[in-house]
């Protein structure tokens, strides 16, 4: 499986942008795929996921109420929408994907990660 992840840029505080992560090759194998952002001097942390086949989604806390991820499975592609955009928010995000049910979202347990887009929010 690859992923490609596209969007992204800058924009102020309180702005909106959106990202997307595009799948391609045995998409069959994917049962669940994330966002996860890396700010510049800290480790890159789970900021949202989706169940591929259900659809349902859960979220860090940092996030819930702002940003929504979603899916286009004709696509084979997520969508993540980041509204009320933070300075905080500022940093790559890269989407993954996991092969099968993980309890947790430590990077170890995503199979694949795409490239990484940047987002800045500036204040």
């Known amino acids: 499986v690859q992923l490609q992840a596209s969007g992204g840029g800058l924009v102020q505080a309180g702005g909106s942008l959106s990202v997307s992560c595009a799948a391609s090759g045995r998409t069959v194998n994917i049962y669940q795929m994330a966002w996860f952002r890396q700010a510049p001097g800290k480790e890159r942390e789970f900021v949202a996921g989706i169940y591929w086949s259900y659809g349902s989604t859960y979220y860090a806390d940092s996030v819930k109420g702002r940003f929504t991820i979603s899916r286009d499975s004709a696509k084979n592609t997520v969508l993540f929408q980041m509204d009320s955009l933070k300075p905080e928010d500022t940093g790559v995000y890269y989407c993954?994907?996991?092969?099968?049910?993980?309890?947790?979202?430590?990077?170890?347990?995503?199979?694949?990660w795409g490239q990484g887009t940047q987002v800045t929010v500036s204040s």
């Open positions: 993954a994907a996991k092969r099968r049910f993980r309890s947790s979202d430590f990077l170890s347990d995503y199979d694949y």
